[in-house]
């Protein structure tokens, strides 16, 4: 995108001159951002009140790069956000308002974030991963269904790039063989992404 500025003299004299995108970007790197300042900030948020549900089986492997194996991964939400500096970091944070769920063998529950995944559990750059096995195992904490408070995963990611960056917010549920198909479910969940200068 390319604006036209119209400068005046005082003397009645017009000049202009073309801002571009670029310039405005090298304006608030360059001129206007110290280290830690936040550049920009994105969000998606939805505190829809339906029940949303996944089904989970036990598995080996490492999906989207997260730390342990067995997880099956939900998506809940999505952001997109383009650096303006390649020293940047992007501070991301991700809630998920979990609810009730059936007490499982060997269940437990979390989420992550991932930066660039290929959507599918394959490759990815990067990924926020907080927590191992959380609320394991979920038939030790309760005999019955029990409503689970929300949770928050925190992270950044060092992209290195003005390219754009693609941040997912990825409830999940994990379990072992012996617990068979288990069900997970998430209410209002948000993802926040802010870029800060380094």
């Known amino acids: 995108m390319a604006l036209t500025k119209v400068i005046g003299d005082g003397v009645g004299t017009l000049a202009s001159a073309t801002i571009t995108s670029a310039t405005i970007s090298n304006q608030l790197t360059d001129a206007n951002m110290s280290a830690g300042s936040v550049i920009q900030f994105q969000s998606s948020v939805n505190q829809n009140a339906s029940n949303q549900q996944f089904t989970g089986s036990s598995n080996s492997n ?31 944070v991700g809630v998920v308002g979990w609810t009730s769920m059936a007490a499982s063998t060997t269940m437990g529950h979390g989420q992550i ?39 928050t995963v925190v992270g950044i990611f060092s992209p290195s790039s003005t390219s754009q960056q693609t941040i997912k ?29 380094g």
């Open 113 to 151: 974030i991932t930066r660039n995944d290929d959507n599918s559990g394959g490759a990815l750059s990067d990924t926020i991963d907080n927590s191992d096995y959380p609320w394991y195992q979920h038939s030790y904490i309760t005999s019955s269904n029990l409503y689970y408070p929300p949770e």
């Open 62 to 92: 490492y999906l989207y790069g997260g730390n342990r194996p067995s997880r099956t991964y939900s998506l809940s939400r999505t952001v997109t956000i383009t650096p303006l500096s390649t020293s940047s970091i992007l501070y991301c």
């Open 169 to 197: 917010l990825r409830p999940y549920l994990y379990v072992e063989a012996s617990a068979g198909t288990v069900t997970a479910g998430y209410q209002g969940t948000s993802l926040f992404v802010m870029e800060i200068a």
